[in-house]
Every structure is written in C-alpha cells, then in structure tokens.
C-alpha cells in the first residue's frame, strides 16, 4: 500500500475525460493548438537543444574521463530524464493547463511549484538572452574582412598597437575589452554599455516578434530555429573534418577514462546535464504539452525527445573538438617552430637539422650539454593535452576558442556568419519556452486583467524583461552571468523538480483510478514505467 497524502476536493479541481471533451468542442479556436505533430516535436526540441549543447556539454565530457562520461549521461538520459519528461508532459496534456494551473489544480497549496517555475524561468530568460545579445553584435561583426577580433588594433596615435591587446591576445582582447568593456570587478558596474544595449533591445524586439501570439507565431518560427543549427552542425562537421587536427580533437574527445566512473561528481554532473538538457522544471514543457490534443501519445513523444536530445549532444560535442583538435594543432605547430627556430639560432645549426620528429631528442641533448645555453632561451613547453583542454567551456568556448580558430580557415567571415547565426538560433528556440513559462503561468495568477490579448501580454513581459536585463549591460555584466548561470539554474531547478515528483506520487497518487483510466485512454503503457521509477517513493 502506498502513502498518498490527504487531498479533499481533487476530484472537483481534476477534469474527466468526457469534461475535456466538451471543453475542447467549447473551446472551440479559443484555445491554441499546435497546426500538427511535428510542429509540437520541433518547438520541444528547440527548447531542450540549447546554446549548453554546444558549449557545456564537450567540456563535461573532456573533464569527466571523455567517452567514460557519455556511460553516465545516456544512462541517466533514460533513468531521469524520459521519467520527468514524461510526468512533465502527462500532467500538462491530462490538466491542460500551464505551471502554475497545474499545480493548484492538485492541491492550491502547491502553487508554490509553478510560480518558482515562473520565476527561474525568467531569470534564466533574462541572462540567456544576454547572452544573444553578445551573439548578436559578433554576427553583425562578422560581415567584413578580416575579422575585427583577428588582429589587434592600432593605439591612439596610430604608430603601433594596443599594448593590452598584445599582453592577451587579439580575440581576449575583442570579447572582454570591445564587445562588454569589462570592469575589474562585480562591485565596479561602470555604467551602460551602450553598444550591448542596443543587442539587447534586438534581441528582446526578436522574441517579442516570434512570441507575439504565442505558439500560434513562434510555431512557424521552429521551422528554422529548430531545424537550421543542425544543417549548420552538419556543415561545420564536413568542414572541420578536412582541418588538421580534426582526429586528434575527436580522440581526446572520445578517449575514455573508466577511473572517472567511480567518482560520485561524474554521475552528478551527468544527472545534472541531463536535467538542464530536457528543461526541466521550467514549466515550458508542462505548458507547450497542454496545448496537444487528449489522444496523443506523450509517452512516444517523450521517447523521440529523449533521443533527439541524447544525439544532438553527442553530434555537437563532436563537431565542436573537430574546432578544438584544429586549434590545438595550431598552437603546438607554431610552439614548436617557435622552439625549434630558436635553438637552431642559438647554436648556430643547419636550418633542417632540428624537425618535429626529432626535437624532443635534440632539447634533451643540448640541455645536459649547454645546459647554462639552453636556461637563458625563451624555450616554452608546447603540450598537445593542455591545449586541447584550455578554455573549452561555457562562453570561453563560443566567444575565444571557436573565434579563434575561424579566423586560421580560408573564407573566415563566412564561418564567422554560420557559426553565430547557428548559436542565435539555438538561443532564440530556447527562448521560446522560457517565455511560455513565464506568460501562461502569468494568465493563471490573474495578476494582469484577462481582457488583454496575447500581443499585449507578451510586449509587456518583453518590455519589463528587457529593463531589468540593462543590469546584464553594465561594464560589470559578465560577472552578472555568470552568477545567474551559477545559481538561478542550478539548485532551483533540481528542488522543483524534487516536489514535482513528491507532488504526483504523494498528493495526487500514483494509483488514483482517473490517472490509470488516462492511460489507458491515450493508449500508453506509460503507468509502467513510472511505477517502475516510483514504485514507493519519488526520490
């Protein structure tokens, strides 16, 4: 027997079948709904499939024993995320209601869940799209040649260059003193950046565009969203394939190290990843979910997204160290001509006589015999593994690494443009959800009258949003996203999913006769699988 705590009233709060019937019939064109399946597929997996794909899962991998990592993220792809993706898409297709709806119509004292789902949400809205905003100037930047980052510029009066610039390099230089004119710290703002004010506003003005009628406009806008940063993976892929470097990228990738396996942070971090890759707990999925008709089979859907999701972080970790392996190359190269030139110099050898090859034998050589010689050089280490591993994470990976490397291939602008439209699509579809989950449940708390259309509802979030995100826009507004990606996505979302699952095994009850005529109604087995997760206890 079951614990399921006392609930009077929930038979009242939860629709029967033939009540969703009659208000769909009543509904009428009132409610939206999506134009078809594939509609619904798509805006989920550009919701899921996000910037972090790109740039936090590789570094997961490259830090947690490379191919030994994926052993603990598919595992858990299947173990946590389908079970929450399926409740997630059960209860908002069952209640057909947004976050916050849902929630009360369980029990009233659990609104709770879905206003905390509101508000990470947003939080995550707000420096997410700053984020698009940074994307944003640097497209705009790529239509010219060269490459504004890929040299650095002349000083004042124009008789040499900037002296930071040289101290760094020229794409640090470009990220933290051109594009966000970073301060020293979080407590020194240093006022507007106006240039990142004005990508704000872009960014803000697309997604009020897309979002303007909800998923009756941002529906359409998947179709290219969703479907174009794949084509453009794909495009990378076959291009970074052909770069030197490529396969030793790939392998540092790949190369597993089962010791990792038996460290408990590798198993929390792949938990982690994969309930940051569903987007889960943001109340975007409950919502979108609620928007399907009441045959559908969320139990299929939930499985298709599960692969889809899976894939896409496998394929663009992938793609992104063919860029890492090509860089890395790079780097060692020129370290080691730049070694070897240097002793031919110092000893006065034959130009040919120190190679790559037979480097490592001649520094050992002339260090035991000239060791004082050798001391006075400005001989630098060229590791092939530190250089795969250095920055390959979060903004580090987008704005220096990939920046760098575009700008030692043929044809750069080009690449420039393709890369930074693909990661603006993927942040704009991610979006999309994060304003779901900040608009429907806004609806359900009544908190604005309920006359107002849809347009107005969404300009005005966008509008408030857009004001609080000049925080973002200070001198100091790296330090802001970096604490908002720290914390406003990391514990809250993990909490709130833990009651989700207390809230459906424990208060509504796992067992209620209404949820297993449900399923039996949508022509799931989907009670097996939860039960089989929750047999006693959602934890």
Known sequence: MRLVLPNPGLDDRIPSLEDLKRMDQEEGGDRPKWDNKAQYILTCVGFCVGIGNVWRFPYLCQSHGGGAFLIPYLILLVLEGMPLLLLEFAIGQRLRKGSVGVW????????????????????????????????????????????????????????????????????????????????????????????????????WTVICICYIRGISTSGKAVYVTAILPYIVLAIFLIRGLTLKGAFTGIKHLFTPDVNELTKPTTWLNAGAQVFYAFSLAWGGLISFSSYNPIHNNCMQDAMILTGVTGFTSVYAATVTYTIIGFRATEKYDNCMSSNILTLLNAFELPEDSITTSNYEAAFTYYNSSNPDIVRGLDIKPCDMQKLLSEGVEGTGLAFIVFTEAITKMPGSPIWSVLFFIMLFCLGVSSLFGNIEGVVVPLKDLKILPQKWPQEAL??????????????????????????????AGSVPLLTIGLFEMIAVAYVYGIDRRSFQLWHQYLTLRGSMLLSFFWPESPV
């Open 104 to 203: 009360r119509a369980i029990n009233p004292y659990l609104t709770g869940i879905g206003i905390a789902s509101m508000l990470v949400s947003l939080l995550i809205g707000l420096y997410y799209n700053t984020l698009i905003a940074w994307i944003m100037w640097y497209l705009f930047n790529s239509f010219q040649s060269p490459l504004p980052w890929s040299q650095c510029p002349l000083n004042d009066n124009g008789t040499g260059f900037v002296p930071e610039c040289q101290r760094s390099s020229t794409v640090d230089y470009y990220f933290y003193r051109v594009t966000l004119n970073s301060s020293t710290s979080i407590a020194e703002s240093g006022g507007i950046h106006w240039p990142i004010v004005v990508c704000l506003l872009a960014a």
């Open 458 to 487: 969404t300009g005005l979030t966008c509008v408030v949003a857009f004001i609080i995100s000049l925080l973002f826009a200070q001198h100091s507004g790296i330090y802001w996203v970096t604490l908002f990606d720290n914390f």
